[in-house]
Every structure is written in C-alpha cells, then in structure tokens.
C-alpha cells in the first residue's frame, strides 16, 4: 500500500541546521516515527509562517509532506514552546545534553514511545524548578532504561547477591558489582550504601518528589555520565558546558 504524501504528527524539535539561504533541516524526536529529519523551508525569513513555531525544544503538531530524500515541513503549531524555561544558561545546557543524547542514541524512524513520554516529561519539569541540571542524571538513567542500556541496580552483576551495602561500577560486567566481587588491582569508582539508594531511586521508573529519588549525590552523577560515555563511545559535547553550571547533591 502506497504512503500518503502528507501526514501530521507532533514532535520535539532536538537541532537544527542551515540549508541553502533560507531554509534548516530540523531533527525532530517524534510520537509516531520516533526521530526524523525534516526540511523547512524559507523559515529563516523574517516573514515565514513558520518563523519562532521550531525553535529548539518547542513541541509542535506539524504536518509534512513526504519527500524524495527529506520530508517538507508545510505547517506547524506550538503545543508547548518550553522558551521561558530553557532561556538561562544553566537550562539551556541541561536542554542540550538531553537533545545530543537523543540525537545520538535513536535511530532515524525508530519509534520508541517510552523515549518520548521520557522527553516531555523532563521537559514539564524544567518548568518546575531552578536547577534543570540536577534533572540531568534521573533522565540519564531512565534514558538508558528505554533503550535497554540501563544497569541493573539491585544484585550484583558479578554473582547475583543483592546489593545492601557499598557497591563499585563493573562497566565490563555492565552494572554495579558488590563488594565482595572487588577486584583489589582494578580502579574503580566507588558507591557507599547511600549512592547504591540513590542510584535506584534514580532509575525507579515512578515518580517521586524526595530528593533521593529525583537528585544524584555527587558519585552517583559521575557512575552515571560514566556509563552514558561508556556506551555512547564518547564523552557528550554538551557535558563539558553542562559541567560549568551543576553541583551534584551531596
């Protein structure tokens, strides 16, 4: 059966590129399509009617028209712009970190639902408070989850036995090793009894308004951005920005 050649959908706007004199490439983390790549065109004239409706981050409903190589953008319509809260230097390198990630562990047509409840979720919560870094490691975590990356955070992944008390990361095992599986010669970062809680508060996937629950304490930040380098093969370019504006719980 034959596409149709206009469809709708609603999506998050990750970047954006300039094409030619007036147009952009747009990546967008959608519901139905998961991310995509999408041209719209004129829309850096001045008197484009798609002008401030993709702005980095802001949510649309748009309809495009399939293309030979890239979709055409014909129309879009702000569901929430998130603007206000993403404008303050902090914010905005938290926003960052989180479209790179996305960016660059979705692939092109890879719908995955749970990515983009993830991502509006984080988003609605940057309007809730004043550090939008400290949301960063939660997200992080959950990410990683979805995409069946994630460690787990109650046995040890050396011998099975339930993590009670301080743990080390096993980045080659794939998740936290307890300490009688320390390996005495290798150099490794460390978690107390209080980050091992920590780190699953951070992973459940409830929601929760305690501090243990939504903010890392400052090992647990690092265990975390260690795992995301690990698997993302590379340290994320927005982290070098990021880690100017955030202070870890302690």
Same mark, same amino acid.
């Given at each position: 059966?034959?596409?149709?050649?206009?469809?709708?959908?609603?999506?998050?706007?990750?970047?954006?590129?300039?094409?030619?004199?007036?147009?952009?490439?747009?990546?967008?983390?959608?519901?139905?399509?998961?991310?995509?790549?999408?041209?719209?065109?004129?829309?850096?004239?001045?008197?484009?009617?798609?002008?401030?409706?993709?702005?980095?981050?802001?949510?649309?409903?748009?309809?495009?028209?399939?293309?030979?190589?890239?979709?055409?953008?014909?129309?879009?319509?702000?569901?929430?712009?998130?603007?206000?809260?993403?404008?303050?230097?902090?914010?905005?390198?938290?926003?960052?970190?989180?479209?790179?990630?996305?960016?660059?562990?979705?692939?092109?047509?890879?719908?995955?639902?749970?990515?983009?409840?993830?991502?509006?979720?984080?988003?609605?919560?940057? &309007?809730?408070?004043?550090?939008?870094?400290?949301? $960063?490691? !939660?997200?992080?975590?959950?990410? =990683? #989850?979805?995409? *069946? +990356? %994630?460690?787990?955070? &109650?046995?040890?992944?050396?011998?099975?036995?339930? $993590?009670? !008390?301080?743990?080390?990361?096993? =980045? #080659?095992?794939? *998740? +936290? %090793?307890?300490?009688?599986?320390?390996?005495?010669?290798?150099?490794?970062?460390?978690?107390?009894?209080?980050?091992?809680?920590?780190?699953?508060?951070?992973? %459940?996937?409830?929601?929760?308004?305690?501090?243990?629950?939504?903010?890392?304490?400052?090992?647990?930040?690092?265990?975390?951005?260690?795992?995301?380098?690990?698997?993302?093969?590379?340290?994320?370019?927005?982290?070098?920005?990021?880690?100017?504006?955030?202070?870890?719980?302690?």
């Amino acid at each position: 059966m034959n596409q149709a050649r206009t469809y709708k959908t609603t999506g998050v706007v990750l970047r954006a590129r300039n094409l030619g004199e007036a147009d952009k490439i747009l990546t967008i983390f959608t519901t139905e399509r998961g991310k995509i790549d999408a041209v719209a065109k004129g829309v850096r004239r001045q008197k484009s009617a798609l002008s401030g409706r993709l702005e980095f981050m802001s949510e649309a409903t748009i309809s495009l028209h399939r293309g030979r190589n890239l979709d055409v953008i014909t129309s879009a319509e702000i569901l929430h712009s998130h603007f206000d809260a993403i404008v303050r230097p902090n914010a905005f390198a938290a926003a960052s970190m989180i479209a790179e990630l996305i960016d660059a562990f979705c692939e092109l047509d890879m719908p995955v639902p749970q990515i983009y409840e993830l991502l509006s979720n984080v988003l609605v919560a940057f &309007d809730g408070v004043d550090e939008q870094l400290l949301l $960063l490691p !939660r997200f992080q975590l959950q990410l =990683l #989850d979805a995409l *069946g +990356l %994630a460690p787990p955070c &109650d046995e040890c992944v050396r011998c099975g036995t339930v $993590l009670d !008390r301080e743990a080390w990361l096993d =980045l #080659d095992s794939g *998740g +936290l %090793a307890g300490h009688e599986c320390r390996v005495a010669w290798m150099n490794v970062l460390e978690l107390d009894a209080d980050d091992v809680k920590n780190f699953r508060g951070l992973a %459940a996937g409830r929601r929760s308004q305690t501090r243990a629950e939504l903010y890392a304490r400052a090992n647990v930040a690092r265990a975390i951005e260690t795992i995301i380098t690990y698997h993302l093969g590379r340290r994320p370019k927005a982290g070098a920005h990021a880690a100017e504006f955030v202070t870890p719980a302690s």
